[in-house]
């Protein structure tokens, strides 16, 4: 019983279906009438009615500055997460309990490498480069989830973090497969057909680990006990307290407030936790009749501004390994562009 995992109503086939309605949308995108022959004088209301006929701009269009800077900083941070997040569960690749398991973790881990990469790319379209942003990540200006600051502990920890935390990221990443900015809704899309299969491969873990011996049952609830209310800070501060909403919202990078998918993420977790048989810790958790939601305890806010300022239990440990294999990878990049100048030579001395 691994299949509902996406039990969203609001879209046929779910979180899945709403992503597919996306490819199509971005597509319909394509052709739509912007509602003007071209920019023409006025940049400022060309880039509005982009904006408003729900089109694409595309790193060629003039772009307020304040709205590429909100790109950079979010696909920045984004891309930073997923490197960053290679490393709890990178931790219990040589120690997955079989052949098979080991596999699937290895490739999961290697798809947030390349998530990582696609987001790189589309961060540079907005004209940053990659060693640029790779330095704000290293000297610590640019930030990344506050979530793998938290150390895997357990085996069902991997599996906790496949089910809640790229649960949490589907439910944050679907809406921007619709963003704005091209780029940034393309790379999306491709996400989040991966971080689905993600989801499903810490679903299964968790399954067989609820229905399997006491002790293993006992180490699956306690695995969703450390990760539920750190899950649920991954959407960030609450509506009242988050700076940058509104004007994302103008500008559709942003689709919805990180209140309301949280809601959207308490709400299709529920009968999944049912279903493996573990309980969510939270005493106050219910359906709400006139809310059609459930109600739940809030996550902890100070420790996530802990967490997020550098206090967290592994801020320390993830940002040193990050930049020892920095240092540790200078060679490959150092011969990288080599080859490259050298490539470049010869189709010089060729034309
Ligand atoms: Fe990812
Ligand atoms: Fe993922």
Redesign the pocket.
Known sequence: MYGNDFSGEDAPGGLLGEVEAAEAALRAAAERDRGAAGPGEDLAAYFAQVIDADQKIEPRDWMPEAYRRTLIRQIAQHAHSEIIGMQPEGNWISRAPSLKRKAILLA?VQ??AG?GLYLYAAAETLGISRDELVDLLLNGRQKYSSIFNYPTLTWADVGAIGWLV?GA?IVNQVPLCRCSYGPYARAMIRVCK??SF?QRQGYEILHVLAHGTPAQKAMAQDALDRWWYPSLAMFGPPDGDSTHSAQSMAWKIKRFSNDELRQRFVDMCVGQAEVLGLTIPDPDLRWNDERQAYDFTQPDYAELMQVISGNGPCNRERMAHRRHAHTEGAWVREAAAAYAAKQKNKEKVAA
């Open positions: 999961k798809d947030e998530h790229d990221a991966e971080e993600h």
